[in-house]
């Protein structure tokens, strides 16, 4: 308790350090005050809440209930992360975002320019379809397609302030904030997840609510373990004679860090929107086939064991997917020849190509494993009663936002200590995040 106490006292010592932790709190405070702001005409005693279950559920978590509340943020930042998706795929598939992503830092300004148009396109069809579908037309006090003209413009327009306080946190706060963003959408709904929890499990189911309290523990435990889980694959430099005097320089060892979920949360992602299509293709033929009509209940329940059989294998082909367009063991093998680096045992050029392509073969398939097993995880914990709320912190999404991000806040902090030679975070080790190397 006492290294606690000074590990705080430290943190807020520096003055840079507390400064990015204020900002970041009140930009927090700000997003979470608009989730609560109700678009105007709308009479929010007459709103439906949101299922826990579905696109709807899902998205009104991230968003940190602003879904349901029909607010000004309540498409949240969610188009943004698809736009910076559909220009992440565009940048493997077409030279052109090639070229500006190769461009260094004048490409990269570009192509956030180029989401950030996107965003608005974006953000305009996925507002006029939530205000059509999502507000009921009683909850409507002004003419219904008035309402949605000007419904759309000011979501566009909380989308797009929601985008420049996740930069303003990145600049002035702590974190990425964007990520930031999301996890504090996700946070907010775990208070009255655990209360509702508790309050359906009474007194008489005291000791089941501890239960799984300890296995949410284990399971957060275990999401930490797959997230920093890293495969280190030792690289020599050669020594080289530099300068008149024939100084020896380099010669030492590093690693090249394979992470054993290297795609993080994306496959999910992709899994969930795909998860959807056959529901509703089902739905479709419903009232004509008995067949299609079972097709649809199965997939329109996310406990049912077909939904869940698709779910993950889904999860291991977008991983494999994934992880083969975020590394090149091609390109790692030839930078390493251009430094004068080997692996100790493998000629350099194809042959180390090779060699790292069969390790991350190697390491993905449990790997994505370990990631379908987090993502149904919510639907297991489900089966034994506990309410959709509280299961839904049991894995999947959710879970693995908050884990990585939280990882990623308290190596940044870690560092401001390290860098004022304070103490780490950890009495022994060092917290790393997801974008750290580790080279030793």
């Known amino acids: 308790?006492?290294?606690?106490?000074?590990?705080?006292?430290?943190?807020?010592?520096?003055?840079?350090?507390?400064?990015?932790?204020?900002?970041?709190?009140?930009?927090?405070?700000?997003?979470?005050?608009?989730?609560?702001?109700?678009?105007?005409?709308?009479?929010?005693?007459?709103?439906?809440?949101?299922?826990?279950?579905?696109?709807?559920?899902?998205?009104?978590?991230?968003?940190?209930?602003?879904?349901?509340?029909?607010?000004?943020?309540?498409?949240?930042?969610?188009?943004?992360?698809?736009?910076?998706?559909?220009?992440?795929?565009?940048?493997?598939?077409?030279?052109?975002?090639?070229?500006?992503?190769?461009?260094?830092?004048?490409?990269?300004?570009?192509?956030n320019q180029i989401t950030r148009i996107l965003t608005i396109f974006v953000t305009a069809a996925q507002a006029f379809t939530y205000l059509q579908v999502t507000i009921p037309t009683e909850a409507i006090m002004v003419d219904p397609w008035f309402f949605r003209l000007y419904g759309v413009a000011i979501l566009i327009g909380g989308t797009m302030l929601c985008m420049w306080l996740g930069e303003k946190i990145t600049d002035k706060g702590i974190g990425n904030g964007i990520s930031m963003l999301i996890m504090i959408g996700i946070v907010s709904r775990f208070p009255a997840s655990i209360l509702q929890e508790a309050g359906s499990r009474g007194m008489s189911g005291a000791l089941m609510f501890i239960i799984e309290i300890i296995a949410l523990f284990f399971v957060v435990m275990g999401a930490i373990m797959v997230t920093q889980a890293v495969r280190r694959i030792p690289v020599q430099y050669a020594k080289q004679v530099v300068g008149s005097k024939a100084t020896a320089v380099g010669g030492e060892r590093q690693y090249i860090p394979l992470k054993l979920n290297a795609s993080g949360v994306m496959p999910i992602i992709f899994a969930q929107a795909l998860m959807f299509i056959p529901g509703l293709v089902a739905q479709s033929f419903a009232e004509k086939s008995e067949f299609a009509s079972s097709v649809a209940s199965a997939f329109g329940d996310f406990t049912t064991w077909q939904y869940n059989v698709l779910f993950a294998f889904l999860i291991i082909v977008f991983t494999f997917f994934y992880t083969a367009i975020s590394i090149n063991p091609t390109q790692i093998s030839d930078d390493m020849k251009r430094g004068g680096g080997f692996v100790p045992g493998v000629k350099p050029g194809e042959e180390t190509a090779g060699f790292i392509a069969t390790i991350l073969d190697r390491i993905t398939l449990p790997g994505a494993v370990m990631l379908s097993l987090i993502a149904v995880l919510p639907a297991v914990a489900n089966l034994f009663g506990v309410t959709r709320g509280f299961a839904s912190f049991f894995g999947g999404t959710s879970l693995l936002i908050l884990v990585g991000v939280v990882l990623d806040t308290l190596q940044q902090i870690e560092s401001y200590l390290l860098m004022r030679k304070y103490e780490g975070l950890m009495q022994s080790g060092r917290v790393k995040g997801r974008s750290e190397l580790i080279n030793r």
């Open 1 to 111: 308790m006492n290294k606690l106490i000074t590990t705080f006292k430290h943190i807020f010592s520096i003055e840079e350090l507390r400064g990015r932790i204020l900002n970041t709190l009140l930009f927090i405070a700000f997003f979470r005050l608009g989730s609560y702001v109700a678009l105007p005409g709308v009479d929010a005693t007459k709103l439906t809440q949101a299922g826990e279950g579905g696109l709807f559920g899902l998205l009104n978590i991230f968003s940190g209930g602003a879904l349901s509340n029909a607010s000004v943020f309540a498409l949240g930042i969610m188009p943004y992360i698809s736009a910076s998706i559909a220009i992440q795929l565009l940048t493997i598939a077409l030279p052109y975002f090639q070229k500006m992503q190769k461009d260094g830092e004048s490409g990269r300004k570009k192509l």
